[in-house]
């Protein structure tokens, strides 16, 4: 399955990225990675201190096509990216993720009007785009209270939204709303539209310092300027958003996972009983082993899913197995890395104990695990299949093989 881009992310040259990285990495290790603890205690993040340091390395304007003053980063050379900020505090991670992953989102589905308006803003963090799908009434996906009637010229919206992520920074909301019975559309409103309003929900588990509120929609008047795309496009622009988003959370995955498998060597190393380092003991290395192994499959998805997405093909199938494949290795990998730190990793604000917790909000963004199997289960259905190699090492006679097996 391809499609035509009217928006092209070509990348960077690899100078150009490499320096644009190092400037994001520096930024990360030695200005962000410090306040993990505050974020901590304090359940906020200081944005005062936050925002001009992810606005002066350029993580605002990562997918910000080259066009409208950003990066326009390939999702190859985006992944890493964004792996490396899931190694520090949930929180920052979050801002960063849905930032640009709803900039790329906007830049592939929003006309030239909406993109001049929003996108050179949010390449500098001035403007951002928060999503609006989840409701308190309501299941995701098609199953929406929200409404919007025509009047006049535009449209009158009418619901609730809730938990959406950077309800406290963005600018406009993305915002899906039912225009008729069976009719799913999408629209990108104004945060100070009258009869827009924002309340504050409980902190989270994990992931701590940002705010994931209540969208209040009352009466509000859009022009329909705001529709993104024709009416009753909102459910293939949801599917086409969240189909690269949930590489971009299996890329978070992959981060904390990583960074929980440097903590256990370290620790491994370092904690001695009964004379000797625990990681000369088989069982400790049994768990270092296997937490290695998920690091390193979960890379190959990646580096797979951004491949063909870089290529131009759509990934419904692909995305839905990385992203639900990273949750469980990130599952897994924390779960271990407390086993090999013992009672010092489940103590508060240790790096375990704090990657732990923020892991878990992989399972819900983008949705659950019951949404993933559903998607790739359906593409599987109705007939995608793995292609006949893979890199560099094909597998000849293929078709040969597969049919003999149908044969059995
Ligand atoms: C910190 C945080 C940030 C978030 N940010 C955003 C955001 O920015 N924008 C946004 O729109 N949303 C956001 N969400 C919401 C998130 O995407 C949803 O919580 C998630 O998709 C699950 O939806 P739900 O909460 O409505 O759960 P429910 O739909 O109530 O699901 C509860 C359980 O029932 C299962 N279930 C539900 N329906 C079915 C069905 N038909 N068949 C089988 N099983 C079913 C689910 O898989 C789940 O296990 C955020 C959530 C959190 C916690």
Not at 310 to 318: H, K, M, N, V
């Amino acid at each position: 399955m391809s499609y035509e881009r009217s928006i092209v992310y070509d990348g960077l040259s690899d100078t150009e990225y490499e320096r644009l990285a190092e400037n994001v990495r520096t930024a990360i290790w030695e200005e962000l990675a410090p306040l993990e603890s505050r974020i901590e205690d304090e359940e906020q993040i200081p944005y005062d201190i936050v925002l001009p340091v992810l606005r002066e390395c350029g993580a605002f304007g990562l997918l910000v096509p080259r066009e409208y003053g950003g990066s326009g980063l390939s999702i190859r050379q985006y992944l890493p990216i964004i792996a490396e900020f899931a190694k520090i505090q949930g929180g920052i991670r979050v801002v960063v993720h849905v930032h640009n992953s709803f900039a790329h989102a906007l830049s592939e589905v929003g006309d030239d009007t909406q993109r001049k308006a929003i996108l050179p803003g949010a390449a500098t963090g001035a403007k951002s785009v928060a999503f609006a799908l989840t409701e308190p009434e309501h299941g995701t996906g098609a199953d929406l209270g929200t409404t919007a009637r025509p009047s006049g010229s535009g449209f009158v919206l009418t619901g609730q939204k809730w938990l959406i992520t950077n309800s406290d920074l963005a600018s406009h909301f993305f915002v899906f709303a039912k225009t008729g019975p069976e009719e799913v559309s999408a629209f990108l409103v104004e945060r100070d539209a009258p009869g827009l309003s924002i309340e504050p929900l409980p902190e989270t588990m994990g992931c701590k310092g940002g705010e994931h509120g209540l969208v209040t929609l009352d009466e509000v008047t859009v022009d329909s300027s705001a529709l993104v795309g024709k009416p009753g496009e909102g459910q293939q622009h949801l599917e086409r958003a969240l189909e690269i988003s949930r590489v971009f959370i299996a890329a978070s995955s992959l981060g904390t996972s990583e960074r929980a498998l440097e903590l256990s060597l370290a620790h491994a190393q370092s904690r001695v009983t009964f004379g000797k380092a625990i990681g000369q003991r088989q069982a400790i290395q049994r768990y270092l082993a296997e937490m290695a192994t998920d690091v390193y499959a979960l890379r190959g998805m990646l580096a797979d899913s951004a491949a063909k997405w870089d290529a131009g093909t759509r990934i419904p199938a692909e995305s839905s197995m990385v992203k639900q494949f990273g949750l469980e290795a990130v599952g897994r990998v924390t779960d271990r890395a407390l086993l090999v730190h013992g009672g010092i990793g489940y103590t508060r604000k240790h790096p375990v104990e704090r990657l732990y917790r923020d892991a878990r909000l992989n399972w819900l963004e983008e949705g659950t695990p019951t949404i993933q199997y559903m998607v790739a289960a359906r593409e599987l259905l109705s007939g995608f299949r793995f292609s006949d190699g893979f890199g560099a090492i094909g597998w000849p006679g293929r078709d040969e093989r597969v049919q003999g097996y149908a044969g059995r």
